[in-house]
C-alpha cells in the first residue's frame, strides 16, 4: 500500500537542506512529514532538528536507516557522498531524491542503478529547472513539433563564485565535487537543455583554470550536435561578475529564451514567433498558470511517483544523459578531440573518472 504522508530523512543538513529542502518539504506537509535527519557533524543534525522540530537526528545514514522506518531519503551530502548513500538507501528499501550531481561518474550512477528494484525503490536527482511551468510547457510544444524543428541552442551558466566560496574543503576538488562549473552550476541549464532537445551525438569542448585556486577547470565552453542535427552552445563560468543563467532555443518557427539565475517565473520566458507566424497562434504558446521552477516543483513530482510506485522523472536514463555529456566534455577538453556519445562506454576511462591521469589519457 502506497504511504499517504512519506515518511521523510534528510541527509546532510548544510546549506541547501536548509534554504531548499525543507521550505519544499514545509510546503507539502499534506503529503509528506519529515521524521529524522542525519549529518556526520552529529551537532549539526541535532541543531537542525531542534529549529525545525524534527523528531530525530543521527550522526550518520546507518543507524538512521536501522532505527527509523523511512519512505524517502533526501541526499544532500557533498557531491562524493551521493553514491554510496544512495546505494544504502535503495538496499534498505527506501527511495532517494538526491542533490547534484547525481555522482561523480558514468560508471557510479550505472552502480547506483543497480540496485534499484521494479516498483522501486528508486534513485531520482534534483534538477529543478525542469519543473517549473515555463520549462513544462516548452517541453509539451517540443514534443507536439508545435515549434518546428530544433535547429540552434545557447546554454550558459555565467556565475561568479569567489576565492572564499572555495574556502569550503569539498569545492574546486575532482575527489568530492567532481569538476568545477559544468559539474556543480552549468549542469543545472545543460540538463535543461538536454531534457528539452534529447541526446547528443558529438562535443567538442575547451577547459581553463584561469583565476581561481582550484584543481578543476574554472571555466568551460562546449559545442554540441545534437542527435536532430541541432548545434548547442555551451559557456559554463564562475568567474561572470555580471551573473546570468540563459538557455536560447530557435526552432524553425520560433525562439524561445530564458534569463534567471537561481529560478525562473513565467516573466522570466520570451517566445518571439518567426516572422511567417500569425499572432494568434503564437499567443497561446507561452505557459498561464505560473510555477516557479523550485525544489518545492520537483518535490510534488518526486512524492507522486513514490505514492504510485512508479519510476520519478530524472531518474534512470531521465538523469544520466547530462552525466555523460559532462564525461564527453572533459573527455574533449583533455584529448582536444571531438567526442562521440557512443564513445563512452565502460572501455572508456572518462566512465570512470572525470578526470584522467595523463598516462592515460593515450587510452582516450
Ligand atoms: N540544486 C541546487 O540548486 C543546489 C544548490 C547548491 C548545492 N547543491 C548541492 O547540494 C549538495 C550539498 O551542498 P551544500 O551547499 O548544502 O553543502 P554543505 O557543505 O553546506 O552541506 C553538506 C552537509 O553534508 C554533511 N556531510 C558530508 N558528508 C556526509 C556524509 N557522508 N554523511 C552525512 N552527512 C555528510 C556535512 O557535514 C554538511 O553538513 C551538493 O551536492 C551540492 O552540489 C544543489
Given at each position: 500500500?502506497?504511504?499517504?504522508?512519506?515518511?521523510?530523512?534528510?541527509?546532510?543538513?548544510?546549506?541547501?537542506?536548509?534554504?531548499?529542502?525543507?521550505?519544499?518539504?514545509?510546503?507539502?506537509?499534506?503529503?509528506?512529514?519529515?521524521?529524522?535527519?542525519?549529518?556526520?557533524?552529529?551537532?549539526?543534525?541535532?541543531?537542525?532538528?531542534?529549529?525545525?522540530?524534527?523528531?530525530?537526528?543521527?550522526?550518520d545514514?546507518?543507524?538512521?536507516?536501522?532505527?527509523?522506518?523511512?519512505?524517502?531519503?533526501?541526499?544532500?551530502?557533498?557531491?562524493?557522498?551521493?553514491?554510496?548513500?544512495?546505494?544504502?538507501?535503495?538496499?534498505?528499501?527506501?527511495?532517494?531524491?538526491?542533490?547534484?550531481?547525481?555522482t561523480?561518474?558514468?560508471?557510479?550512477?550505472?552502480?547506483?542503478?543497480?540496485?534499484?528494484?521494479?516498483g522501486?525503490?528508486?534513485?531520482?536527482y534534483?534538477?529543478?529547472?525542469?519543473?517549473?511551468?515555463?520549462?513544462?510547457?516548452?517541453?509539451?510544444?517540443?514534443?507536439?513539433?508545435?515549434l518546428?524543428?530544433?535547429?540552434?541552442?545557447?546554454?550558459?551558466t555565467?556565475?561568479?563564485?569567489?576565492?572564499?566560496?572555495?574556502?569550503?574543503?569539498?569545492?574546486?576538488?575532482?575527489?568530492?565535487?567532481?569538476?568545477?562549473?559544468?559539474?556543480g552550476?552549468?549542469?543545472?541549464?545543460?540538463?535543461?537543455?538536454?531534457?528539452?532537445?534529447?541526446?547528443?551525438?558529438?562535443?567538442?569542448?575547451?577547459?581553463?583554470?584561469?583565476?581561481?585556486?582550484?584543481?578543476?577547470?574554472?571555466?568551460?565552453?562546449?559545442?554540441?550536435?545534437?542527435?536532430?542535427?541541432?548545434?548547442?552552445?555551451?559557456?559554463?563560468?564562475?568567474?561572470?561578475?555580471?551573473?546570468?543563467?540563459?538557455?536560447?532555443?530557435?526552432?524553425?518557427?520560433?525562439?524561445?529564451?530564458?534569463e534567471?539565475?537561481?529560478?525562473?517565473a513565467?516573466?522570466?520566458?520570451?517566445?518571439?514567433?518567426?516572422?511567417?507566424?500569425?499572432?494568434?497562434?503564437?499567443?497561446?504558446?507561452?505557459?498561464?498558470?505560473?510555477?516557479?521552477?523550485?525544489?518545492?516543483?520537483?518535490?510534488?513530482?518526486?512524492l507522486e511517483?513514490?505514492?504510485?510506485?512508479?519510476?520519478?522523472?530524472?531518474?534512470?536514463?531521465?538523469?544520466?544523459?547530462?552525466?555523460?555529456?559532462?564525461?564527453?566534455?572533459?573527455?574533449?577538453?583533455?584529448?582536444?578531440?571531438?567526442?562521440?556519445?557512443?564513445?563512452?562506454?565502460?572501455?572508456?576511462?572518462?566512465?570512470?573518472?572525470?578526470?584522467?591521469?595523463?598516462?592515460?589519457?593515450?587510452?582516450?
Amino acid at each position: 500500500m502506497p504511504p499517504t504522508l512519506a515518511r521523510v530523512a534528510i541527509l546532510g543538513t548544510g546549506n541547501i537542506a536548509e534554504v531548499c529542502h525543507l521550505p519544499a518539504l514545509l510546503a507539502h506537509r499534506e503529503q509528506a512529514e519529515v521524521v529524522a535527519v542525519a549529518d556526520l557533524d552529529a551537532d549539526r543534525a541535532v541543531a537542525f532538528a531542534a529549529t525545525w522540530d524534527i523528531p530525530a537526528s543521527y550522526g550518520d545514514l546507518a543507524t538512521m536507516l536501522a532505527a527509523e522506518r523511512l519512505d524517502l531519503v533526501i541526499v544532500c551530502t557533498p557531491p562524493g557522498a551521493h553514491r554510496d548513500a544512495v546505494v544504502r538507501c535503495l538496499d534498505a528499501g527506501v527511495w532517494t531524491w538526491c542533490e547534484k550531481p547525481p555522482t561523480l561518474t558514468l560508471a557510479d550512477y550505472d552502480q547506483v542503478a543497480a540496485h534499484e528494484r521494479e516498483g522501486g525503490p528508486y534513485a531520482s536527482y534534483v534538477f529543478q529547472h525542469r519543473f517549473g511551468s515555463g520549462a513544462l510547457r516548452l517541453r509539451d510544444h517540443v514534443r507536439a513539433a508545435d515549434l518546428g524543428a530544433p535547429l540552434v541552442g545557447v546554454c550558459h551558466t555565467l556565475w561568479y563564485r569567489g576565492d572564499d566560496y572555495y574556502a569550503v574543503p569539498w569545492r574546486g576538488t575532482w575527489e568530492n565535487e567532481g569538476g568545477g562549473p559544468s559539474m556543480g552550476h552549468g549542469i543545472h541549464q545543460m540538463d535543461l537543455a538536454l531534457a528539452l532537445l534529447g541526446d547528443w551525438a558529438q562535443v567538442t569542448a575547451l577547459n581553463a583554470t584561469l583565476a581561481r585556486d582550484v584543481e578543476t577547470e574554472d571555466v568551460a565552453i562546449a559545442s554540441v550536435r545534437m542527435e536532430s542535427g541541432a548545434l548547442l552552445s555551451i559557456v559554463n563560468s564562475v568567474l561572470s561578475p555580471r551573473e546570468s543563467s540563459y538557455l536560447r532555443f530557435d526552432f524553425t518557427d520560433a525562439t524561445v529564451e530564458v534569463e534567471h539565475l537561481y529560478g525562473y517565473a513565467n516573466a522570466d520566458w520570451k517566445w518571439t514567433p518567426a516572422p511567417h507566424v500569425e499572432p494568434e497562434k503564437a499567443a497561446f504558446w507561452p505557459a498561464s498558470t505560473d510555477v516557479p521552477s523550485s525544489h518545492t516543483a520537483q518535490l510534488s513530482v518526486v512524492l507522486e511517483a513514490l505514492r504510485a510506485g512508479r519510476r520519478p522523472p530524472v531518474s534512470g536514463a531521465d538523469g544520466r544523459r547530462v552525466l555523460e555529456l559532462i564525461a564527453g566534455m572533459y573527455q574533449s577538453a583533455a584529448t582536444g578531440r571531438t567526442v562521440e556519445r557512443r564513445e563512452l562506454t565502460p572501455d572508456n576511462p572518462y566512465y570512470h573518472s572525470m578526470h584522467v591521469a595523463p598516462q592515460e589519457l593515450s587510452r582516450a
